[in-house]
């Protein structure tokens, strides 16, 4: 479990990223980021901080702050009730993200699954986003996505976000919030 302290640190540089991509938060945006990072107890490797501008049983749209080579594992966005999923559009707007979806394996991947667990992270075909570059995921689509060296800042435009249903490759990711 991580510390204040930790949960302070990431939250207040994932504050100087989006300043430095002139990303403007609010003071209560500013101190609801949450930081996720999947109960694996490693942020830097996996995990996300998240700005959520608005979540309503009809829309979402958030802001993803990923630190350098930081990783979002392997997941799905299952039914849930009559709702097909999530569908989600990430447009890259700081940095780069690598963004990997079902398809035609990339024969030399830009990323690596994070050491030890490599055997949760099974589709391999890449889509690079650059700032101004978006892809749009349908919900029930597996897809993973790690941040360059410098990290970014994605935009994700959804259906209404329901995290807590997410489902990961990985049997060990609790998908809750750090500060729980």
Not at 124 to 137: F, M
Request: hydrophobic letters at 35%.
């Amino acid at each position: 479990m991580m510390t204040q302290i930790e949960i302070d640190n990431a939250r207040d540089e994932a504050i100087s990223m989006l300043r430095a991509a002139d990303i403007r938060l609010t003071n209560e945006e500013q101190a609801s980021i949450e930081i996720a990072d999947f109960g694996l107890g490693n942020l830097r490797i996996s995990g996300l901080q998240i700005v959520v501008y608005v979540n309503t049983t009809r829309c979402c749209a958030k802001e993803l702050v990923m630190f350098p080579r930081q990783t979002c594992p392997q997941h799905i966005h299952p039914p849930v009730g009559n709702d097909p999923g999530k569908e989600e559009t990430f447009r890259c707007r700081w940095g780069e993200v690598y963004l990997y979806v079902p398809g035609e394996p990339t024969p030399s991947p830009s990323c690596a699954a994070p050491a030890g667990h490599e055997p949760f992270y099974t589709i391999w075909h890449e889509v690079k986003l650059k700032p101004g570059d978006q892809y749009t995921i349908l919900p029930g689509t597996p897809h993973w996505f790690q941040s360059g060296s410098e990290g970014a800042i994605v935009s994700e435009f959804s259906t209404t976000s329901r995290d807590e249903y997410d489902i990961f490759q990985d049997p060990a990711i609790v998908r809750v919030p750090a500060e729980m």
